[in-house]
Structures are given as structure tokens and as C-alpha cells.
């Protein structure tokens, strides 16, 4: 088990005799004295922590500390699968700042990013998610959360072990324990915490999407943005608990006290295991475990606890473009003989391929295999969510706005509009390793764009402002839609054939 001394070891690392430089932004929050840096015209903090907790508990608040402790680097991710975000650490509850002022009395919309990565990975370590454009191009304050992910976030075990209630949901108590954290002391960052917005992207959609439906994160925050990320359910407490029992099989190990004696290299490793109920790799997420989770965030309709928050909600259009790569041997070897064989495991809905590419061919006779595999799936798979999430916010007469990220990529034109594209055009950080947008006129006037209609709803809880086409709110039958473009417009309903197609089945949750 990660004891409350390695915890606190990591605390006195950052106050170890730290060398300052003169006219360093300095800050009093509630658990002590922090520094930061100047760059760029902006105060920028990065590392602060704001949380302490041992392994499957819930977090809790640092102690405070006397000295004034060093916020001028990143620190480690969560563990996870992959080299990508190292160094990893169990202790990586810490939150970073970008602010034009770091003064009492600024009064500053608040955006809060929680990154994606399916629950499992991802860090704000990414330059695509670095808040230093968005902060000064729109006068606001940036705030980029890291949490617990994968098995020390979300690995149920409280059916398995009484002694951890709180298992199952650890990432999202990590992200409510931030949002205190942010609300108590942002003010002095020159924030103003009775505008705080939350957005995310992909993974991080999702977990603002579940937390609209926990009761702990009432008055949190008071706008919400999810870019390609819905969570319509979670998963349920049977289910959950037998991925444990998977998970637990494949480490070789019967209970939690083995668990606990293991490194965390080791958690990660178990994370190979098969999926009991969806296949592939174990899914962790968050549980309806009756304690922290007591319904489903969207399900049978939007939470109510949420429903007076203004929401934007947006995917891309060819969002699987990303996730299946379009020099694959699925790809490059699609034709119209196989096309629905490749179909059928990338729907992830039971449907009748044959019959999909039937209709397809129907409707859009001029288009290659290729394109419609693309497509369905994207329609199919990253979409569903999404409609029904803004469909039953509008039943609820909710204010709720609705985009489609339209844009080609310059760089990677056979990626077409992917998943994740819409992080580099919200953050400015277009030129950022992972970008698909490029650096052309077009895209930065999209991002121009974006950023104003993101940072208006943090500012006044309405996207629509100066430099922003008229975006109506989201509203049945007629369903308006921002498609953001080279030319952006709102356009009524622009996938209603294939909304409708895919509206025949059932939609199915990833971790029911």
C-alpha cells in the first residue's frame, strides 16, 4: 500500500529549497504559499498539488505547508500503459495555472480541462493541451487537472473488500476534490469562482459527463463543454465487479491486500486483462456503486441535478478516422466483398452489416468503401452518444448547444476530421506534436473562433459573441448545429439520415 509518508515525501520534494528568480509570480493559497513563473505576459503555475491519497481511497486535502513551495514544471502522470507521458507516479494529484494576472480582484472566467484517454491514459503533460493561447488570447484563467486513471482510479473492489467503498468512482472524487480546490483559491490566481467552467475532450468529455450526475459535485461548476465525449451510462456494479475478479486473474492475485503489496508497475501490467463482458482489454470506468453514482448520467433522461447548466456538446465528423488508420491492412484492403465483414466488429452496435452498406450505397452511390466505412462507424460508434445526450437535454429545455468539427486536415488529409482535432483549435496550440490542423490561415481563424465561442460561454454562459456565426441553441426537431469550417454556419440537423439510421438500435454504453 502507498502509505501517508510516501505521499508526504513527494509534498516536501517540491518545497526543497527551491531557487527563485525575481519578479517570480507568487500566490497564498489555502494550503500554503506557491511560485510560479512568467512567460510569455502570463503567471503560469505548473505542479501545484491538490490532493494527497493512498491506494484505492479516496483523496484528501494536503497538509499545509510552511514554506513556499516551487510550481515551475509538470509533475508525473498517472500511471499507465505506454511511454508517452513518463515519468508515472501514484502520487499525481496536481493541477496547473495559467492566468494574465495572478492578483486577488481579477474576476476572470475560470476553464477547467480535464484531459482524455479513455479513463485509462492521458496526461496534461500533452502541449496540445497547454493553456498559454487560450489564457491570453481570451483573458481567462486555464486550469489542467491530472487524476488517478485504470485500475488506481476506477478498479471496483468494494463488492470484493469492504474496506473500499469508494474504489469504483477514485477518479472522479479525485477531480471533484480539485474542483474544491479551485473554487476555494482561484480568486487569488484572478479567477472568478462563480465562473467556472468545465470542458473536455474524448475521456474527459466523459468525465464531466458523469459528473453532472454525482450529487458531490453539485455547484462545482457552472458551464460544461464535452468534445467527442459522452458517458450515457456507467458501468453497473456486477459488471464492474467481475472485470475486478478479471483483472485480479490475470496478476495472479485472490485479494486486495495482495494488490496493495504490489508495485504499481505491476497494476499497469494487469491491464492486459480480457474483458469479461465488451473483450479486449479490461475496461475501467466509472460505477454505479449507489454511494458516489446513484443513476446513470443520462439515463432514462439528463440528470436534473445539471440541467441548469449551459452545455456545449460536439464531436468530429470523421471521428474514427483517428482510431482505425487508414493505412491498415483493414483499410487498404476494403472492397465492396469484404466491406461488411470489416464493418461488423467496429460498429459495436448488433446491426446487420450488409444491411448498412446497403443503404449506404443507396444514399451516397458516389462513395468508395473506404469512405463509408469511415463513416458508419463514425456514425455508428463516436456519434450516438453525443444525439442522445443533446436530444435529452433539449426534452428537458435545457440551454444546450450542439457542434460538428467539419475541418479537413491539411497536414493528414486522409484522417479528414479525427477524433482529438478539436483540442489543438480550442487550446490555439496548433503547431503543438499531435496537432491535425496545421498552421494555415484557415485553421487559425477556426481557432480564432472557437476559443471565443469556448471562452464566452465561460464568460456569460452563452457561446454566441462577437466573431461567433449565430449559433442557436440545440432544440427538437429542428436540432441546430455549429459546423465548424473554414466557413463555419449553423446548419439544422446535418447527419439526419444517418441519426436516423442508426436510431433502429439500441445504443450500448462502452462498460455496461
Not at 472566467?109 to 496540445?128: E, I
Not at 463513416?375 to 426534452?395: C, H, L, N, Y
Not at 427538437?476 to 440537423?493: G, K, Q
Request: hydrophobic share 40%.
Amino acid at each position: 500500500m502507498i502509505s501517508r509518508r510516501r505521499f508526504l515525501a513527494g509534498a516536501g520534494a517540491l518545497a526543497a529549497s527551491p531557487v527563485f528568480a525575481q519578479g517570480d509570480p507568487m500566490v497564498t493559497t489555502g494550503r500554503g504559499a506557491v511560485r510560479g513563473t512568467r512567460e510569455g505576459g502570463l503567471s503560469v503555475f505548473r505542479g501545484i498539488r491538490y490532493g494527497i491519497a493512498g491506494r484505492f481511497q479516496a483523496p484528501k486535502p494536503p497538509p499545509r505547508s510552511r514554506e513556499t513551495l516551487a510550481a515551475t514544471g509538470f509533475r508525473p502522470s498517472a500511471p499507465q500503459r505506454g511511454e508517452r507521458y513518463r515519468p508515472h507516479s501514484e502520487d499525481c494529484l496536481f493541477l496547473n495555472v495559467w492566468t494574465p494576472e495572478a492578483q486577488p480582484g481579477g474576476k476572470r472566467p475560470v476553464m477547467v480541462y480535464f484531459h482524455g484517454g479513455a479513463y485509462s491514459n492521458g496526461s496534461v503533460a500533452d502541449p496540445l493541451n497547454d493553456g498559454r493561447h487560450l489564457a491570453a488570447r481570451e483573458d481567462v484563467v486555464v486550469v489542467t487537472v491530472n487524476h488517478r486513471l485504470n485500475a488506481f482510479g476506477y478498479l471496483y473492489l468494494a463488492r470484493l473488500d469492504p474496506r473500499f467503498p469508494d474504489s469504483g468512482n477514485l477518479g472522479q472524487l479525485d477531480l471533484i476534490l480539485a474542483l474544491r480546490w479551485i473554487r476555494d483559491n482561484i480568486a487569488n490566481f484572478g479567477g472568478d469562482p462563480s465562473r467556472l467552467l468545465v470542458f473536455g475532450q474524448s475521456g474527459g468529455g466523459a468525465k464531466i459527463a458523469t459528473l453532472m450526475g454525482m450529487p458531490a459535485a453539485t455547484g462545482l461548476f457552472h458551464r460544461a463543454i464535452t468534445m467527442s465525449g459522452q458517458q450515457v451510462t456507467v458501468s453497473g456494479p456486477l459488471n464492474a465487479t467481475a472485470r475486478a475478479r478479471a483483472y485480479l486473474e490475470a496478476l495472479k492475485v485472490s485479494s486486495a491486500d495482495e494488490l496493495l503489496a504490489l508495485p504499481a508497475e505491476r497494476l499497469v501490467e494487469g491491464l492486459t486483462a480480457t474483458d469479461p463482458i465488451l473483450g479486449g482489454s479490461v475496461y475501467m470506468g466509472p460505477v454505479l456503486d449507489m454511494k458516489w453514482l446513484t443513476r446513470h448520467p443520462f439515463w432514462p433522461d439528463a440528470n436534473p441535478q445539471s440541467n441548469s447548466i449551459p452545455m456545449i456538446l460536439g464531436n468530429t465528423r470523421d471521428e474514427t478516422r483517428a482510431f482505425i488508420d487508414p493505412d491498415s491492412d483493414k483499410v487498404r484492403t476494403l472492397d465492396w466483398d469484404n466491406l461488411a465483414d470489416h464493418l461488423a466488429p467496429e460498429l459495436r452496435v448488433d446491426i446487420h452489416p450488409e444491411w448498412v452498406v446497403e443503404q449506404y450505397r443507396r444514399q451516397f452511390p458516389d462513395w468508395s468503401p473506404e469512405r463509408i466505412f469511415y463513416a458508419a462507424t463514425t456514425a455508428g460508434r463516436s456519434w450516438p452518444g453525443q444525439v442522445i445526450e443533446a436530444d435529452a437535454r433539449a426534452r428537458a429545455g435545457t440551454r444546450t448547444w450542439v457542434y460538428q468539427l467539419d475541418f479537413q486536415s491539411p497536414t493528414q488529409p486522409r484522417r479528414g476530421a479525427p477524433h482529438t482535432m478539436d483540442i489543438a483549435l480550442a487550446f490555439g496550440t496548433l503547431d503543438a506534436e499531435g496537432s491535425y490542423t496545421g498552421t494555415g490561415a484557415a485553421a487559425r481563424a477556426l481557432s480564432a473562433t472557437m476559443m471565443k465561442a469556448f471562452a464566452a460561454l465561460a464568460r456569460s454562459g452563452d457561446p454566441n459573441a462577437a466573431g461567433v456565426p449565430e449559433w442557436p441553441t440545440y432544440e427538437l426537431p429542428r436540432r441546430a448545429t455549429m459546423v465548424f469550417d473554414a466557413e463555419s454556419r449553423a446548419v439544422d440537423d446535418p447527419r439526419r439520415w444517418e441519426r436516423e439510421l442508426f436510431a433502429r438500435v439500441p445504443y450500448v454504453q462502452p462498460g455496461t
